[in-house]
């Protein structure tokens, strides 16, 4: 009987509801919504989750569904059915430290047990996954499940449930040590095969693979293989590669924690790797990887997007199942997504060849020593919007005065984006907020500019009285240039081509939508709840939503979106949004680099008067909510943000509409 939860109500899907034991008669059952409010609400509640299959992924994927059921009833005893036998009783291991079970037993006993409510989702997938007409996105097993029992994930995430024991750390760090790992090691998982032949990746390749990442000095490989897979220990007797094959589930995902990159097939590590938020190279053939790790802000598919055949869920006949997707990726190609990822790791600022400006070598201006008397420097220590949107005053600046030499000191976060203005002579990196410069040089401290002698309103809030370009104009004694445009970062912007095009995005056809819904002031951040909406309207325009920011946020893993967060570097930030159709956002960042570079916006302003902030903007729509009467604040905030709440969706999708047409 599969029950579903809704709006705090427990439903069966045949309308009966009970207490009852499969080993009793069943006697009539009271249906009025009494009752049933009476066993959602009054009393605790027991629940059995039934699955009597593995894998691995599949029992991974139900774990959110787990972790919302107690998030709604907190007071309910949770029973989890499953097969203790596969995999030598490794689906027992894999839950027995989930926090949301209250008790775990296998799937056979479940008769001589009583509960409210048991939802078997053994065969909720059977029928779900196959070609989809128009190109439709399966859905996730995470979410399938979910759906079958009823709850909701929006609250409590969609990521699966796995926590190592503190002893298991304790073991790994200890296992490392053994293996002799040094602390420049990059360290690489790898599982050679899914469970499934039609999943796995050629062995031969593998092997390859292994070969290549052992002979590069800069990584460690540890293969974590079944004991009954096929290859043996001295298949992988390389330089740098330790064999892990013997290894339980507990242990393998206790030695995949410290790992930096795991590399999967599409398999049940993939889905632990997902869990323990590891980044992860999944290497996919015939099914579509945004069915299986769309929820996984972490993972990098590589497949053949380009086939006609793609995906076909093993349906299609065109390659007489060879797997022909699988068979054309090689090696190489995996090698080199994976020096991608291990790259990004530490974001370094690529080179740009459209400035001749000279590389910030430290927090000291030892670079400033040929600037002379004539010469400027301009402190400020802010964050990104706020340089952006002066940028066209430092132009001013330097158009003024073009025999003399100009350097910004700012954080070093933003020395790449200011590098690629091309309004700078030199940059110097600041480390704190009372760094002593002192360069032979005219020193403007531009620090506190915007900060000092603010008046204050009739509540007693300091606010502006004028454009902060125009005030650091008027700081440096000059006019802003109106006809500054950011250049082009070539190289950042095909880095974001090949993000999107290995995400099924091909910039060159699909149009994109970028947005930036999050701001470093919670008070400018718009309402969580609207995102999906708008995700999905900007979906039905024709347009391919793009989520850009660095704040991490499992919402956006949906099958109408493309999420970079976290994915980007401020220069890589900024190409992406120069080659968006459009770009909504609040009052941050992406606002200015989208304006700066001529892109169309939407803006969403409440704490501040939008004509303070977008005075030399061109193309763009403002949502501002100034019929509320603490409206603007000046970024004081409250905790009902109902001026947040009053922008919704579809004033935001109209003010789109307007814009691009």
């Given at each position: 009987m599969k029950m579903n939860f809704s709006n705090g109500v427990l439903r069966s899907a045949n309308g009966s509801m009970g207490r009852t034991s499969p080993m009793q008669n069943r006697k009539p059952v009271d249906m009025s919504l009494d009752r049933l409010q009476r066993i959602a609400v009054k009393r605790d509640l027991s629940i059995c989750i039934k699955r009597s299959l593995g894998g691995i992924g599949d029992i991974l994927m139900s774990t959110p569904a787990l972790r919302a059921i107690k998030h709604q009833w907190p007071n309910c005893k949770l029973t989890y059915a499953t097969d203790f036998a596969y995999m030598d009783g490794g689906l027992k291991l894999l839950l027995e430290n989930n926090p949301f079970i209250?008790?775990?037993?296998?799937?056979?006993?479940?008769?001589?047990?009583d509960y409210d409510i048991v939802t078997d989702i053994t065969g909720v997938c059977i029928g779900q996954e196959k070609i989809q007409p128009g190109g439709t996105i399966v859905p996730n097993r995470i979410d399938l499940f979910a759906g079958a029992i009823g709850v909701s994930l929006n609250a409590t995430g969609y990521v699966p449930t796995y926590i190592v024991k503190n002893e298991e750390i304790?073991?790994?760090?200890?296992?490392?040590?053994e293996f002799r790992v040094n602390k420049k090691h990059i360290l690489i998982g790898i599982q050679p095969r899914a469970s499934c032949f039609a999943r796995s990746w050629p062995l031969n390749k593998v092997i390859e693979l292994v070969n290549i990442l052992g002979k590069d000095g800069r990584f460690k490989c540890f293969i974590f293989d079944s004991k009954h897979g096929f290859g043996q220990k001295e298949t992988w007797n390389f330089p740098n590669v330790v064999s892990l094959s013997d290894y339980n589930i507990r242990a393998t995902a206790a030695m995949m924690n410290e790992m930096d990159i795991i590399v999967t097939p599409d398999s049940g590590l993939m889905h632990l790797a997902g869990a323990l938020n590891k980044k992860s190279v999944v290497v996919f053939g015939g099914i579509d990887y945004r069915s299986r790790i769309n929820h996984y802000v972490n993972a990098t598919p590589v497949a053949r997007f380009n086939y006609n055949c793609y995906p076909c869920f093993y349906e299609a006949a065109v390659c007489n199942r060879t797997f022909a997707c699988l068979q054309?990726?090689?090696a190489d190609e995996v090698y080199r997504t994976i020096l991608e990822v291990a790259k990004n790791d530490t974001k370094p600022i690529p080179a740009v060849t459209s400035t001749t400006t000279k590389e910030p070598s430290s927090n000291n201006v030892s670079e400033l020593d040929d600037y002379s008397k004539?010469?400027?420097?301009?402190?400020?220590?802010d964050g990104i919007g706020d340089l952006v949107s002066c940028l066209p005053a430092f132009a001013g600046f330097k158009k003024k005065h073009p025999d003399k030499k100009l350097a910004l000191a700012t954080y070093k976060k933003n020395i790449g984006l200011m590098k690629l203005s091309g309004v700078f002579d030199n940059l110097?990196?600041?480390?704190?907020?009372?760094?002593?410069?002192?360069?032979?040089?005219?020193i403007h401290d531009a620090r506190n500019?915007?900060?000092?002698?603010?008046?204050?309103?009739?509540?007693?809030?300091?606010?502006?009285?004028?454009p902060r370009n125009v005030a650091m104009a008027e700081f440096l004694d000059t006019k802003v240039d109106e006809d500054f445009i950011m250049p082009l970062d070539l190289a950042s912007i095909e880095y974001c081509k090949q993000l999107l095009l290995d995400r099924g995005v091909d910039i060159n056809v699909d149009k994109i939508v970028t947005f930036q819904m999050r701001s470093t002031a919670m008070c400018r951040t718009w309402n969580r709840d609207y995102y999906r909406p708008l995700i999905k309207e900007i979906f039905k325009l024709g347009y391919i939503p793009v989520a850009i920011g660095n704040i991490p946020d499992d919402i956006y893993n949906t099958i109408n979106c493309v999420s970079t967060i976290g994915k980007l570097d401020i220069l890589q930030f900024n190409a992406m949004v120069s080659i968006s159709s459009a770009f909504i956002g609040v009052d941050s960042?992406?606002?200015?680099?989208?304006?700066?570079?001529?892109?169309?916006?939407?803006a969403i302003f409440n704490v501040i008067p939008p004509e303070l902030r977008l005075n030399l903007y061109h193309h763009y729509k403002v949502i501002y909510p100034n019929n509320i009467n603490c409206v603007p604040c000046w970024d004081k905030g409250c905790s009902s943000m109902e001026c947040m709440k009053e922008i919704t969706p579809e004033i935001v999708i109209q003010n789109l509409k307007e814009l691009i047409g």
């Open positions: 209250d008790e775990l037993i296998a799937y056979q006993v479940i008769g001589a047990k304790e073991f790994a760090k200890e296992k490392l040590k054309a990726i090689s004539k010469d400027s420097l301009i402190i400020r220590d110097v990196s600041l480390v704190g907020k009372h760094d002593k410069l002192i360069p032979q040089c005219k500019l915007f900060e000092k002698n603010r008046p204050k309103d009739g509540k007693g809030l300091y606010y502006e009285t004028k960042g992406g606002v200015h680099l989208a304006g700066i570079n001529r892109i169309p916006f939407v």
